[in-house]
T-cell receptor, first 119, second 107 residues
Framework: EVQVVESGGGLVQPGRSLRLSCAAS????????MHWVRQAPGKGLEWVST????????GYADSVRGRFTISRDNAKNSLYLQMNSLRVEDTALYYC????????????WGQGTLITVSS | AIRMTQSPFSLSASTGDRVTITCRAS??????LAWYQQKPGRAPKLLIH???TLQSGVPSRFSGSASGTDFTLTISYLQSEDFATYYC?????????FGQGTKVEVK
């Protein structure tokens, strides 16, 4: 069974850093593009970042570019999101998502990890 | 950034109704368009990718179509489990962008 499980969420003060992790199981990580998508409380979905299978292609939302860094360790079946200079508006449920079996689209979603940025 | 204008924002419908939701892209995105369903407290679920390809396991009452920069999700015969919020996503050009969402409510 395909599973992605996020961890690392919590309460953090504005300006601080946090690192999210995503553990993949039930599939071979290096066969898939991976994504982070977030959802602020009561709001819609916002794409955050995408990394391709060998980390050669990476994309970021304008709202996080320069502050967030996506990375992956295929040997450890893990995806990461390093979040620096956090802002109140980064408060959201962060989903790790595996890419599609036949394309880059986000396909298999985790349950999310909540980040609350507040003083 | 490519803007995805999704409409309507919400709609009220009854079981058995045919429901149509539209996303318009501000520029060409080829067929790199996906549709998701989200229920309260749950992660989104992929319904359609590549504009019109039904994801494995998704009921055939869901369908997607494209005409230029206009994309449509149709639920042919609404079932009780289909009351949810639906989002489109363009994955053609960074930054990728979601539509604002359409909440399908009970009439």
């Amino acid at each position: 069974e395909v599973q992605v499980v996020e961890s690392g969420g919590g309460l953090v003060q504005p300006g601080r850093s946090l690192r999210l992790s995503c553990a993949a199981s039930g599939f071979t990580l290096d066969d898939y593009v991976m994504h982070w998508v977030r959802q602020a409380p009561g709001k819609g979905l916002e794409w955050v970042s995408t990394i391709n299978e060998n980390s050669a292609s990476i994309g970021y939302a304008d709202s996080v570019r320069g502050r967030f860094t996506i990375s992956r360790d295929n040997a450890k079946n893990s995806l990461y999101l390093q979040m620096n200079s956090l802002r109140v508006e980064d408060t959201a449920l962060y989903y790790c998502v595996r890419g599609g079996s036949s394309g880059w689209y986000p396909e298999s979603w985790g349950q999310g990890t909540l980040i609350t940025v507040s003083s | 950034a490519i803007r995805m204008t999704q409409s309507p924002f919400s709609l009220s419908a009854s079981t058995g109704d045919r429901v149509t939701i539209t996303c318009r892209a501000s520029q060409g995105i080829s067929n790199h368009l996906a549709w998701y369903q989200q229920k309260p407290g749950r992660a989104p679920k992929l319904l359609i990718h590549t504009a019109s390809t039904l994801q494995s396991g998704v009921p055939s009452r869901f369908s997607g179509s494209a005409s230029g920069t206009d994309f449509t999700l149709t639920i042919s015969y609404l079932q009780s489990e289909d009351f949810a919020t639906y989002y489109c996503l363009q994955y053609d050009t960074y930054p990728w962008t979601f539509g604002q969402g359409t909440k399908v409510e009970v009439k």
